[in-house]
T-cell receptor
Framework: NAGVMQNPRHLVRRRGQEARLRCSPMKGHSHVYWYRQLPEEGLKFMVYLQKENIIDESGMPKERFSAEFPKEGPSILRIQQVVRGDSAAYFC?????????????FGPGTRLTVT | AQSVTQLDSQVPVFEEAPVELRCNYSSSVSVYLFWYVQYPNQGLQLLLK??????LVKGINGFEAEFNKSQTSFHLRKPSVHISDTAEYFC???????????????FGTGTQLKVEL
């Protein structure tokens, strides 16, 4: 049973470009969470999605950031017009259809570098 | 708002020695508490969690943690560490009444445990 997959593992973008980060949850999981880890900081919650629904996006920056989890395919975190401050590790986690508390399984992360 | 403080950014310890990683939280409501471990280039793995009941929680790999409500702490302990325990450890808290039923986690900044021979 494959774990949570994230790709790419490393992504380099120039300022002003777009970054697309993908997350494939574990088989049978229909809940996805995105977290961002800035250098020297802990992980910060960004958004919680179920298939075709955004449940909680209270941690998402108001501009340039969006997330989706379509009926088919991976969840996508999209960052438009990236800036140097977006450089961070972005982690995705998934949980089962009826998640028990704390049953989040994390992917290995995507490390975004903005030059 | 909730917050988590891990005062020790790094903890060096010799193999087979005991270790305690400290975690304090602030919250005005009841909380769920978690410890995660992150090995290099990997995602976070749940070590243990406290939801309710016994304040002493046992997790994987011989780790345990004790919930102390009066001190708002959830320190992680292991009586005898191994080289393979070298990793980064994150304490996290969630609000049971929040969106996602307690699955929205607030993390501390992490403690790097380095086990030496």
């Amino acid at each position: 049973n494959a774990g949570v997959m994230q790709n790419p593992r490393h992504l380099v973008r120039r300022r002003g470009q777009e970054a697309r980060l993908r997350c494939s949850p574990m088989k049978g999981h229909s809940h996805v969470y995105w977290y961002r880890q800035l250098p020297e900081e802990g992980l910060k919650f960004m958004v919680y999605l179920q298939k075709e629904n955004i449940i909680d996006e209270s941690g998402m920056p108001k501009e340039r950031f969006s997330a989706e989890f379509p009926k088919e395919g991976p969840s996508i975190l999209r960052i438009q017009q990236v800036v140097r401050g977006d450089s961070a590790a972005y982690f995705c986690a998934s949980s089962p259809k009826s998640p028990g508390v704390g049953e989040q399984y994390f992917g290995p992360g995507t490390r975004l570098t903005v030059t | 708002a909730q917050s988590v403080t891990q005062l020790d950014s790094q903890v060096p310890v010799f193999e087979e020695a005991p270790v305690e990683l400290r975690c304090n939280y602030s919250s005005s409501v009841s909380v769920y508490l978690f410890w995660y471990v992150q090995y290099p280039n990997q995602g976070l793995q749940l070590l243990l969690k406290y939801l309710s009941g016994s304040t002493l929680v046992k997790g994987i790999n011989g780790f345990e943690a004790e919930f102390n409500k009066s001190q708002t702490s959830f320190h992680l302990r292991k009586p005898s560490v191994h080289i393979s325990d070298t990793a980064e450890y994150f304490c996290a808290v969630s609000d049971p009444s929040g969106a996602g039923g307690g699955n929205k986690l607030t993390f501390g900044t992490g403690t790097q445990l380095k086990v030496e021979l």
